[in-house]
């Protein structure tokens, strides 16, 4: 489970003094100021995390309310927050899972580390218990007109076709001001984030549901009808909102990233479990990949490198033939993947409007697309470094 923000956590705050980080540390939030008394018989799920200032309330109270949440199956995360944290309330924290203590005086990046570490930990515990098994996928073109598009739709139907559940695979188009996926899927883009305005940041499963696309059983499409300013009116809050809802719903996310950089870019990569930077054949295109991939490495989860994948490979080009050792070494690594290039399929399906694997399943792409898909998802199950249980 990747946390891309604290929009739409439900922060439950004991103290009035915790009122400030609604608008500070913690905005975006849903934030909801309670007595100390509601976490008596606080209805199980109902809060993403608990804070409570212990110089706002009793102790003894504190230690009730702190062994209340202690018997709930599935108790939220808890932070103490005050200027000397009594020793018996520290002993009572040790009955939850996911506990943490703030002594004041603390600054706001402490307050928030503390919180996106326990959501991080409780959410890691959720899917490691498997409640949550989500994976988030990006595909970015290298050069413009790389394939970026026609990879991102490919995968995202070789995932759906190996996949058994009705709701598995989004793809999601962020180019949010002329995305080519639903031109190319010949279907309706309804996500109309723009006109939602301040509102979209506070989307719901039911709101997505909504926005969403479907393509074939077991993938959907979320993506934005035309609009050349949708870059300003659609914010960075919301773009991660969507996302974030759409990894609870789905249990794969593909995203189509536009080449350059947005304001939600480098969130994105980071909740992405791989990234795969989409190349053709020529040394503008490979330096270009190789220059990407170097930028965006350091912001990846630890150890994840972008995968650099060679689309449009002409006919044996991709076997001993010198064009791929140039590659290599205009890419300075070996490339993860090639693409062979079928022009014939890949006009006849968008102009047909759906994926290849649907118009021209036999198709070399589609042999192409799959043996990658299978390659990273036993990669993704032999190293846990890419397993999905990997909280970010
Ligand atoms: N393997 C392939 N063989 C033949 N044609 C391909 C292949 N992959 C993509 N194409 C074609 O190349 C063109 C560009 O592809 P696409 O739109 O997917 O690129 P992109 O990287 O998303 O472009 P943009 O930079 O505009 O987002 C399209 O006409 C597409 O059909
Ligand atoms: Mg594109």
């Known amino acids: 489970v990747t946390h891309w923000s604290l929009l739409g956590r439900r922060v439950l705050a004991v103290g009035q003094g915790l009122a400030p980080f609604a608008r500070g540390p913690l905005f975006g939030a849903v934030f909801e100021l309670a007595e100390i008394d509601r976490l008596l018989d606080l209805?199980?799920?109902?809060?993403?995390?608990?804070?409570?200032?212990?110089?706002?309330?009793?102790?003894?109270?504190?230690?009730?309310?702190?062994?209340a949440l202690a018997a709930l199956p599935t108790a939220p995360p808890v932070l103490l927050l005050g200027a000397q944290i009594p020793g018996g309330l520290v002993r009572a924290l040790l009955r939850l899972?996911?506990?943490?203590?703030?002594?004041?005086?603390?600054?706001p990046e402490q307050l928030q580390a503390a919180v996106y570490g326990l959501l991080d930990a409780a959410g890691a515990e959720a899917t490691a218990s498997g409640v949550r098994t989500s994976r988030c996928w990006?595909?970015?073109?290298?050069?413009?007109?790389?394939?970026?598009t026609t990879l991102s739709i490919e995968i995202a139907h070789a995932l759906a076709?190996?996949?058994?559940?009705?709701?598995?695979?989004?793809?999601?188009?962020?180019?949010?001001?002329?995305?080519?996926?639903?031109a190319y899927l010949g279907a309706p883009p309804s996500m109309g984030l723009a006109e939602f305005g301040p509102t979209a940041e506070r989307m719901d499963a039911a709101l997505?549901?909504?926005?969403?696309?479907?393509?074939?059983?077991?993938?959907?499409?979320?993506?934005?009808?035309?609009?050349?300013?949708?870059?300003?009116?659609?914010?960075?809050?919301?773009?991660?909102?969507?996302?974030?809802?759409?990894?609870?719903?789905?249990?794969?996310?593909?995203?189509?990233?536009?080449?350059?950089?947005?304001?939600w870019t480098l969130e994105v990569l980071r909740g992405s479990d791989e990234v795969v930077v989409?190349?053709?054949?020529?040394?503008?295109?490979?330096?270009?990949?190789?220059?990407?991939?170097?930028?965006?490495?350091?912001?990846?989860?630890a150890g994840l490198k972008p995968r650099i994948v060679i689309n449009r490979v002409a006919n044996r080009m991709f076997g001993p033939a010198p064009s791929l050792a140039?590659?290599?070494?205009?890419?300075?690594?070996?490339?993860?993947g090639?693409?062979?290039?079928d022009w014939e399929a890949a006009a006849a399906s968008v102009n047909l409007g759906g994926a290849i694997s649907q118009h021209r399943p036999k198709s070399k792409i589609v042999r192409d697309v799959g043996a990658l898909v299978d390659r990273l998802l036993i990669q993704a199950e032999r190293d846990p470094k890419f397993a999905p249980s990997r909280a970010a």
């Open 43 to 67: 209805p199980a799920g109902s809060a993403d995390i608990v804070l409570i200032d212990t110089d706002a309330a009793q102790p003894d109270a504190v230690t009730a309310a702190i062994t």
């Open 97 to 107: 899972k996911h506990s943490d203590m703030l002594e004041t005086p603390y600054g």
């Open 138 to 148: 990006s595909v970015m073109g290298a050069v413009g007109g790389a394939g970026a």
């Open 161 to 182: 076709a190996r996949s058994r559940s009705d709701r598995s695979v989004c793809l999601v188009d962020l180019n949010l001001a002329d995305g080519a996926a639903p």
């Open 208 to 263: 997505l549901a909504a926005f969403a696309t479907p393509i074939t059983k077991g993938l959907d499409l979320l993506a934005c009808p035309r609009d050349p300013l949708a870059f300003d009116r659609i914010s960075r809050e919301a773009v991660l909102r969507i996302l974030e809802i759409a990894c609870e719903a789905y249990s794969v996310v593909i995203v189509d990233l536009p080449r350059h950089r947005r304001p």
């Open 278 to 301: 989409v190349s053709e054949l020529t040394v503008p295109a490979l330096l270009s990949a190789r220059a990407l991939s170097d930028e965006i490495e350091p912001e990846l989860l």
């Open 326 to 336: 140039e590659a290599e070494r205009a890419l300075q690594r070996k490339a993860d």
């Open 338 to 341: 090639g693409i062979a290039s």
